[in-house]
């Protein structure tokens, strides 16, 4: 076989876990595209299937193991040739992974994506090309906005988690690099750019000696048709006022902050190693409800931590009552290995896990649609994100909605509506999970 042969091969892949995962994919599928090959959406009649993974809790390396295991079977069956298996779990397990794996025909670590067309090359039995440096992210959502990969790894130390494990210390990518990207990410139509890394909001200090996540939102909103910058996963403990302010005054910064609190309790805290305690994390929640009221509220929150009582799950429950976040997720404790919680006494019953999820999601359910009522008859402009072939209907998002984590806001066609534009939108309804919405 030729490199000219090798380049009628479809290749396809399957995108599991964080946005932040997903951004390493479309890298590695614009790489692919650059060198030749056709990728395609569907699996079952691709020649290559790369499997993105994601380990950072147990469940998720379940879902990669039953991918995984799906492609072996279609590769038995001589639908698929090749399988590649790349992301964080390949990171988290490459030894036992490649013995218990066998029909795998190659695992690639963090640091060789960049490698993944020479990898398919020699997998080919042909001598690796050069590695691809130009080349355009594939992206693999819909085109109105995209994420923006600003850092990798983490230098937080939280009890519970394996990210710095696996992903290394935190490394900020080059203010100029980045702008970039999005230059060429908004001249393909993109409106909107989500800032993610594990700890956006310690942007710089590392590469910089100081935090730069102002500077970087300074630079990128000075392209011009970039409508929206939007942050993800703003840790409590770096929310200033400067970065609040920055967000009110700045009319491209959405309205919106995912803060990952994970708990209230202080005893919990401190063993999670949160930066934060009680009094500091209220105390921020506070002032940007009282002085920054127009900026949506997202957290996340951990139930079933080791040593987790009854008493202090219900002393969560509470302040997920009072505080009456925008949208809140929450996760039964997982328990990882090489972690410190993994190591602690007290470990909580997996039913009990359950039981406080389904509790405290059920509140916050009932929250997020009581918020919601508020919004019905009033107007809000909406990016529209794709159009619903089966319902007949377009799918949308405003700026205090994030796309694929909260609410859509879905209305039918007048006529005049097209994709990855903005448009106003009344909403007339609310269904428990989408708004219900008519063009203006």
Known sequence: MTKEELKNKLVSAISLGCDKNKVDLEKMLGQIKEYGFTITEEVESADIVIVNTCAFIQPAQEEAIMNILAMERLKDSGRIEKIIVTGCFPERNYNSFK??????????????????????????????????????????????????????????????????????????????????????????????????????????????????????????????????????????????????????????????????????????????????????????????????????????????????????????????????????GFFPYSREPNTASYFMKKQVPNFIKKLRYRKITKLQNQIASEKALNLIGKTIEVLVDFYDSQTGEFLAHSQKMSPLVDFNVRFVDNGNIKCFTYVSVKIKDFNGSDYIGEVV
């Open 99 to 328: 013995e218990n794996f066998p029909k795998i025909d190659a695992f690639l670590k963090l640091s060789e994506n960049n490698t993944i067309c020479q990898v398919i090359e020699k997998l080919y039995g042909l001598e690796p090309s050069k590695p691809i440096k130009d080349y355009e992210r594939v992206l693999t959502n819909s085109p109105s906005y995209a994420y923006l990969k600003i850092a990798d790894g983490c230098d937080n130390v939280c009890s519970y988690c394996t990210i710095p494990r696996i992903r290394g210390r935190y490394k900020s990518y080059p203010i100029d690099e980045l702008v970039a990207e999005a230059k060429n990410l908004v001249g393909r139509g993109v409106k909107e750019l989500i800032l993610v890394a594990q700890d956006p909001t310690r942007y710089g200090e590392d590469l910089y000696g100081e935090n730069s996540l102002i500077k970087l939102c300074d630079k990128l909103s000075k392209i011009k048709d970039l409508h929206s910058i939007r942050l993800h996963y703003a840790y409590p403990e770096k929310v200033s006022d400067n970065l609040l302010d920055y967000i009110i005054k700045n009319d491209k910064m959405c309205k919106y902050l995912d803060l990952p609190l994970q708990h209230i309790d202080n005893t919990i805290l401190q063993s999670m190693r949160r930066k934060l305690d009680e009094k500091s994390t209220r105390a921020l929640i506070d002032k940007i409800k009282n002085y920054y009221p127009e900026i949506a509220l997202r957290s996340t929150f951990i139930v079933g931590y080791p040593g987790e009582s009854r008493k202090q799950f219900n002393k969560l429950y509470e302040f997920i009552k009072e505080t009456k976040f925008d949208y809140a």
